[in-house]
């Protein structure tokens, strides 16, 4: 669950509403001051806008997330500037023609301008943006090993892994100005080499774990969190699950507090019990050579007086 | 390095009990010294805090039935657990024939037992010495109590080579022999294969 109103989301509703009024004076065919755009600039602007708003969500410039956003809020305008158009044509006693919807002033530009920030808010910063599907689809049916490489050989410049730190730029903007609540998505990237379990599954940890051990200025929206194997597993080999709240779905954190890494540990007696036995099986391991050693016949040396 | 003494026809090998603090490896000598027979056994020298803490290390010299015409004796020692005492378990461990890893089961020592094993590894390396080149077994003790943590999370977190483990209640003795057992026969037999190959 992501959180509606955050000073993200106003400042930018706030661009986008703005980012609407130039479109509105672009299909016009007029300007505020008295000033013509020329549609290519008026488009240009508008674009720009787009893309500042993209960067404020993603937190840094990232190609795949700014192309996708950008299409996004196009495609929004468009929709909605077509209903509001052929809302006019309607409340005019006209016919909507096709043409005339997608060339003719919008109506009520103001009202346009706001629902295209409401929807454009709501579909491209928490549908589009986080999408990471790609990298999902390539992981899947692979070995653990193949995984474990895929996470750790994953190039920085790679289209796929940049779809998936798309998602976590948002919690990333180190620079932003603004203090506010960002979802956090479970990171990609194990931290060490360490063989996955053969076994996918997740552990669900109760909200109250996690709350209790949250940061004052942290939100927790789930009433649970569901953990995968492939987050607890790498840290299991250090005997306990501690959690960077940047690897939990579900967790806000104020933009900034990652700088302290702050992390959480959960208790191994509620997820070790949901994980089933064939997940904690071994890979074969090369025997040392001394435990091939065949030097004594002895199988008892002391035994119990 | 365990000696052979030709002439006196004696091998001598160093045992160590490694493991995180209040894990049983004193609890585990003593077991031991209570139960074997007072003839093949030197007196338990421990050196511990009034709160029954190793301070320094645990020694009990054993001997084993003759191996060959060999008598085989075994040193055995204990660390201190505790964090501050790593230079004296740096010194336990040198010269080290066998180990036996004591780690305790409780859920909430996990991290402890890994922290333990990894010192182990560490000091061992000092020595230009690994667990490649040394013989361990490893032994879950504790295994009675009720936060005790499976054995499959057990050997996950700190079998990952899948050497011989044991499950032990070493305050009963459960586990306890066996495991001593274990690593003095890998030790002859690690120790057989280097005189075959002429390292002895």
Same mark, same amino acid.
């Given at each position: 669950?992501?959180?509606?109103?955050?000073?993200?989301? $106003?400042?930018?509703?706030?661009?986008?509403?703005?980012?609407?009024?130039?479109?509105?004076?672009?299909?016009?065919?007029?300007?505020?001051?008295? @000033?013509?755009?020329?549609?290519?600039?008026? @488009?240009?602007?508008?674009?720009?806008?787009?893309?500042?708003?993209?960067?404020?969500?993603?937190?840094?410039?990232?190609?795949?997330?700014?192309?996708?956003?950008?299409?996004?809020?196009?495609?929004?305008?468009?929709?909605?500037?077509?209903?509001?158009?052929?809302?006019?044509?309607?409340?005019?006693?006209?016919?909507?023609?096709?043409?005339?919807?997608?060339?003719?002033?919008?109506?009520?530009?103001?009202?346009?301008?706001?629902?295209?920030?409401?929807?454009?808010?709501?579909? *491209?910063?928490?549908?589009?943006?986080?999408?990471?599907?790609?990298?999902?689809?390539?992981?899947?049916?692979?070995?653990?090993?193949?995984?474990?490489?895929?996470?750790?050989?994953?190039?920085?410049?790679?289209? $796929?892994?940049?779809?998936?730190?798309?998602?976590?730029?948002?919690?990333?903007?180190?620079?932003?100005?603004?203090?506010?609540?960002?979802?956090?998505?479970?990171?990609?990237?194990?931290?060490?080499?360490?063989?996955?379990?053969? $076994?996918?599954?997740? *552990?669900? *940890?109760?909200?109250?774990?996690?709350?209790?051990? @949250?940061?004052?200025?942290?939100?927790?929206?789930?009433?649970?969190? @569901?953990?995968?194997?492939?987050?607890?597993?790498?840290?299991?080999?250090?005997?306990?699950?501690?959690?960077?709240?940047?690897?939990?779905?579900? $967790?806000?954190?104020?933009?900034?507090?990652?700088?302290?890494?702050?992390?959480?540990?959960?208790?191994?007696?509620?997820?070790?019990?949901?994980?089933?036995?064939?997940?904690?099986?071994?890979?074969?391991?090369?025997?040392?050579?001394?435990?091939?050693?065949?030097?004594?016949?002895?199988?008892?040396?002391?035994?119990?007086? | 390095?365990?000696?052979?003494?030709?002439?006196? =026809?004696?091998?001598?090998?160093?045992?160590? /009990? /490694?493991? #995180?603090?209040?894990?049983?490896?004193?609890?585990?000598?003593? /077991?031991?010294?209570?139960?074997?027979?007072?003839?093949?056994?030197?007196?338990?020298?421990?050196?511990?805090?009034?709160?029954?803490?190793?301070?320094?290390?645990?020694?009990? #010299?054993? %001997?084993? #039935?003759?191996?060959?015409?060999?008598?085989?004796?075994?040193?055995?020692?204990?660390?201190?657990?505790?964090?501050? &005492?790593?230079?004296?378990?740096?010194?336990?461990?040198? !010269?080290?024939?066998?180990?036996?890893?004591? !780690?305790?089961?409780?859920? %909430?020592?996990?991290? %402890?037992?890994?922290?333990?094993?990894?010192?182990? =590894? %560490?000091?061992? !390396?000092?020595?230009?010495?690994?667990?490649?080149?040394?013989?361990?077994?490893?032994? /879950?003790? =504790?295994?009675?109590?009720?936060?005790?943590?499976?054995?499959?999370?057990?050997? &996950?977190?700190?079998?990952?080579?899948?050497? #011989?483990?044991?499950?032990?209640?070493?305050?009963?003795?459960?586990?306890?022999?066996?495991?001593?057992?274990?690593?003095?026969?890998?030790?002859?037999?690690?120790?057989?294969?280097?005189?075959?190959?002429?390292?002895?």
């Amino acid at each position: 669950m992501k959180r509606d109103i955050s000073g993200t989301s $106003v400042a930018t509703a706030i661009l986008l509403i703005v980012a609407a009024i130039l479109l509105c004076i672009k299909l016009h065919g007029m300007d505020a001051h008295g @000033l013509r755009l020329p549609p290519v600039v008026a @488009l240009l602007i508008e674009a720009a806008f787009y893309g500042g708003v993209i960067y404020l969500w993603c937190g840094r410039f990232n190609l795949w997330a700014q192309a996708l956003g950008l299409v996004a809020l196009f495609a929004i305008r468009i929709l909605i500037s077509t209903a509001g158009i052929a809302g006019a044509q309607l409340e005019a006693g006209h016919r909507p023609v096709l043409g005339a919807v997608i060339l003719s002033p919008l109506w009520q530009s103001w009202m346009t301008a706001a629902a295209f920030a409401v929807v454009a808010l709501h579909l *491209v910063r928490n549908a589009v943006l986080p999408m990471k599907a790609p990298e999902a689809r390539q992981v899947a049916g692979v070995s653990p090993a193949a995984k474990v490489a895929f996470d750790t050989l994953r190039a920085p410049s790679d289209p $796929v892994g940049q779809a998936a730190e798309a998602a976590a730029a948002t919690l990333e903007a180190e620079e932003s100005t603004f203090r506010v609540l960002e979802p956090r998505p479970i990171a990609a990237k194990a931290t060490t080499a360490v063989a996955l379990p053969e $076994v996918e599954g997740w *552990v669900t *940890v109760p909200a109250a774990v996690v709350a209790e051990q @949250l940061p004052g200025d942290a939100e927790l929206d789930a009433p649970e969190l @569901l953990i995968p194997y492939s987050v607890i597993f790498p840290k299991l080999r250090e005997g306990e699950v501690r959690i960077r709240l940047s690897e939990l779905d579900g $967790v806000y954190l104020p933009l900034g507090a990652e700088d302290n890494e702050p992390s959480i540990e959960l208790p191994l007696p509620l997820i070790v019990p949901q994980i089933p036995d064939e997940a904690f099986e071994l890979p074969e391991a090369q025997p040392p050579a001394w435990l091939l050693a065949d030097g004594a016949l002895e199988d008892i040396f002391f035994a119990k007086v | 390095m365990a000696s052979v003494n030709y002439a006196l =026809k004696e091998i001598c090998c160093k045992i160590v /009990y /490694y493991g #995180p603090g209040m894990c049983g490896k004193t609890t585990n000598l003593q /077991y031991i010294h209570q139960h074997t027979n007072t003839e093949r056994r030197g007196n338990l020298v421990s050196l511990a805090t009034p709160g029954e803490r190793t301070l320094f290390f645990d020694f009990l #010299p054993l %001997e084993a #039935p003759r191996l060959h015409g060999f008598e085989t004796k075994f040193q055995v020692y204990t660390v201190p657990g505790q964090v501050m &005492y790593n230079s004296t378990r740096k010194l336990v461990l040198r !010269a080290v024939d066998g180990v036996i890893f004591v !780690a305790d089961s409780q859920y %909430e020592k996990m991290r %402890e037992n890994v922290e333990s094993f990894r010192n182990m =590894k %560490e000091n061992l !390396a000092s020595y230009s010495c690994s667990l490649e080149t040394t013989p361990y077994v490893m032994q /879950y003790n =504790k295994r009675d109590l009720d936060s005790a943590a499976p054995l499959r999370l057990m050997q &996950y977190v700190l079998n990952p080579r899948q050497v #011989p483990h044991f499950e032990a209640m070493a305050i009963e003795g459960a586990g306890v022999f066996e495991s001593l057992n274990a690593i003095c026969k890998l030790v002859l037999g690690n120790l057989r294969t280097k005189q075959q190959r002429g390292a002895l």
